[in-house]
């Protein structure tokens, strides 16, 4: 097949999640990175495009000018990555989907409601597709343990366990200039109203609804930021009540030493549980009631065929982050391609996008109003 033709918004130089979408988008051989508005400035942003091959006159001052004229050309961007600060996720979506070019999105889907609102309009208006960078969602003992929830070998849920622990804020790095990532991160006007929950809590309240099927309806949250100064939260402690009444909690945390990205997930139900933890990935714990554990891993004989269906390598050779985003790219390639021909692929039902973006969205204003009045109840 041809390759999709692909342009980037953001992750210019020393930018860590641009390249991370790169290494995925490539993993495949799906996509043919054409064009780029790689970074706010125009010489810097030139340069960076320079750097990664990309023709002079495909390396554009800003994603005005890149919407435009890649929509003007025969052999324009198909497809467009926005990997920019979350304030700047909205309008560069907006212009791209306005001229029918499909959007592929980090998250959070945007800084504030109104943004998000206003792209969930443009979205819903374009023929062109809006997918979030969901990663986790890609990884495959991830996509067994949703299918067996569904399948109902754990019976009705009742209790859904998520925490996203890290410790690389423990400190105020933000404040020594020496930290890009700090420092748009735990600035509001870039991040939005939320902290961690809007940096790392949107991923473990975007997995337990994915692996659960189920919504969240209250929460009640006490976010807070230890760190004197910090303008936006770095640990949160939400309790989750579901549709179908399902109770759950949720822990995120940017302070916590011996931490990296600790992102780990349980799900118990009447027949039984499951056990998942993103720095051991390749592994699933389903504890049937009243039977011992058992360990299923990807590629092993427990291994379904949801898992199966984004595994690359045989069992016992690592997957992880990289591979959980390229699935998501994956996943993207197939909806666009299917897109063109007038059809929409199934994968559609798995791949996040604006109704996960906006939950996300609705989680975050509901964390933060929670918090202000005192870990009251809070629907979303």
């Known amino acids: 097949m041809e390759k999709i033709r692909l342009g980037m918004v953001g992750g210019g130089k020393d930018a860590f999640i641009g390249a991370v979408h790169r ?22 942003a030139r340069e960076s495009g320079l750097a990664l091959g990309l023709a002079p006159d495909r390396c554009y001052g800003s994603f005005e000018e890149m919407a435009e004229r890649e929509a003007a050309r025969p052999d324009g961007i198909q497809a467009v990555s926005i ?32 943004q998000a609102d206003e792209l ?18 890609g990884y495959p003992m991830i996509r067994q343990a949703r299918e067996m929830v569904a399948a109902g070998d754990l019976g009705r849920i009742r209790v859904v366990q998520v925490e996203y622990p890290q410790d690389w804020l423990t400190e105020a790095s933000e404040a020594t200039g020496s930290n890009k990532q700090a420092e748009w991160r735990t600035d509001p006007a870039r991040s939005g109203a939320g902290g961690s929950i809007g940096d790392i ?32 939260d ?21 302070v916590a030493p011996g931490n990296e990205n600790a992102l780990r997930l349980r799900v118990y139900g009447e027949k039984g549980g499951l056990d998942w933890a993103q720095e051991d ?10 039977q ?15 898992a199966g269906a984004v595994s690359r390598t045989p069992g016992g050779h690592p997957e992880g982050y990289l591979e959980g985003f390229a699935n998501i790219y994956a996943g993207a390639a197939e909806a666009i391609r299917a897109a063109a021909k007038g ?19 609705r989680f975050i204003a509901a964390a933060v109003a929670s918090s202000q009045a005192d870990a009251a109840w809070v629907a979303l």
């Not at 290494?23 to 810097?44: C, F, N």
């Not at 979205?123 to 960078?133: D, E, I, P, V, Y």
């Not at 009540?241 to 399902?246: H, I, V, Y």
């Open 23 to 44: 290494i995925a988008a490539r993993i495949d051989g799906d996509y043919d990175l054409v064009a780029g508005a790689l970074s706010s400035t125009p010489e810097k």
């Open 83 to 114: 990997v920019t600060p979350n304030h700047m996720h909205a309008a560069p979506a907006i212009a791209f989907l306005k001229r029918g070019i499909h959007v592929i999105c980090d998250k959070p889907l945007t800084a504030t409601m109104e």
């Open 120 to 137: 969930a309009v443009a979205a819903r208006a374009s023929q062109a597709l809006f997918l979030l960078t969901h990663n986790y969602t």
């Open 201 to 232: 809590g949107t991923h473990a309240h975007n997995l337990a609804c994915f692996v659960t099927g189920l919504q969240v309806e209250k929460l009640a949250a006490d976010l807070h930021s230890f760190v004197p100064g910090r303008r936006v």
């Open 234 to 254: 770095d640990n949160a402690h939400i309790l989750l009540r579901f549709a179908g009444g399902a109770r759950g909690s949720l822990w995120c945390s940017q």
């Open 281 to 290: 990935p390749n592994y699933l714990w389903h504890t049937p009631f009243g």
């Open 292 to 306: 011992p554990k058992r360990l299923l891993t990807r590629g092993g004989a427990g291994a379904s065929a949801a």
């Open 343 to 361: 059809e929409r692929a199934p994968v559609l039902d798995v791949l996040p996008g604006l109704d996960a973006g906006l939950a996300g969205m």
